[in-house]
């Protein structure tokens, strides 16, 4: 079995001594493979643009947690996303830092900063605010609970109805009762045909007035116009966006110079290069010997 890996120098020169120690083949770039029939693994983030010249692939592993940006996949070819304790903890950390940030008036602050205006706004306790998470896989789980230890009134929603212990959680039947309950919503949804385009105008109508908004799903699931027709009516107060649509955000976009939103771009989690390595080898190894593949996507369900 060999991989080809298809991603940055950096990356590549963290990977290459792990592969050889562990002593499996891997071929850093499409241009050094003399022989596509022994690749049986790729790792890229954006895919090559011809899988067909790989004839023995059998996993194509997505560097990252998303998975969205794949093409449909041939028979027989399966798709794992990187799995990693590292990925999942750096976007609970921007979670709980853009639901803090939101529910002190960072947005406001960040403003007044700008022009030297000391005003105090008011401000409660975390207890006062109910948060929705959006998405209950690993991230999810994981960002509900800490912001459940920091006092939050959290509630969970995914279209399974999956459980979180201690967590009121919502399944698809109920989302309107779960956004009637949130003050503050945090999206960590995949990308997939039912989630595209979610958040339009009547999604954030359904919200409690005032609600606020902490973005880390992807950029397609948000209507940015509605986004900021709801921020002009004062039925959303703030949000945070890690992800928009398009991304990179142009330089022009409204989003960048609008007090009531603060934009990162895309960086809520990066995939530690070691853990990323070590997620490759655990495919591989579960390939040979014809385990299930960690990080396994469904492809009916898109994640
Ligand atoms: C980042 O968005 C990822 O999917 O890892």
């Known amino acids: 079995m060999a991989l080809l890996f298809l991603s940055s120098p950096e990356r590549a020169a963290v990977w290459a001594p792990i592969f050889e120690a562990a002593g ?21 983030w954006q895919p090559p643009k011809d899988i067909s010249r790989y004839p023995n692939l059998r996993v194509l592993i997505s560097s990252g947690a998303g998975v969205d940006q794949m093409p449909t996949l041939p028979e027989g070819v399966q ?6 304790k590292g990925i999942e903890e750096m976007v609970r950390d921007w979670v709980v830092m853009a639901a803090l940030m939101l529910h002190r008036n960072m947005p ?7 022009r030297g ?21 690993r991230i999810g789980k994981l960002a509900a609970r800490t912001l459940a230890d920091l006092g939050f009134q959290v509630a969970g929603w995914s279209r399974s109805g999956a459980r979180v212990e201690g967590i009121e959680t919502f399944g698809e039947a109920d989302l309107e009762a779960f956004l009637g309950r949130t003050d ?10 039912r989630t595209q385009g979610l958040m339009d105008a009547a999604f ?14 992807r950029g397609a699931q948000l209507d940015m116009t509605a986004l ?5 009516e004062g039925q959303i107060s703030a949000a945070m966006l890690d992800v928009t649509d398009p991304e990179p955000l142009p330089q022009d976009h409204w989003a960048w110079g609008d007090p009531r939103v603060i934009v990162t771009p895309h960086i809520a989690s990066e995939t530690d290069h070691a853990e990323g390595a070590a997620h490759a080898l655990n495919v591989i190894r579960a390939t040979r010997e014809g385990r299930e593949i960690p990080g396994l996507v469904d492809p009916l369900r898109g994640y």
């Open 204 to 217: 954030l109508a359904r919200l409690p007035r005032g609600a606020m908004l902490a973005h880390a799903g």
């Open 184 to 193: 503050l919503l945090v999206c960590l949804l995949p990308l997939t045909p």
């Open 228 to 232: 900021r027709h709801a921020l002009d």
């Open 24 to 44: 499996e083949e891997m071929e850093i770039g499409e241009a050094a493979v003399s022989d596509p029939s022994a690749i049986t693994h790729i790792l890229c």
């Open 79 to 84: 798709l794992s996303r990187t799995v990693a």
């Open 108 to 114: 406001i602050y960040l403003a007044q900063a700008a």
């Open 117 to 137: 205006d000391w005003r105090a706004h008011m401000t409660r306790g975390t207890g006062f605010t109910r948060v929705g998470v959006m998405g209950l896989g």
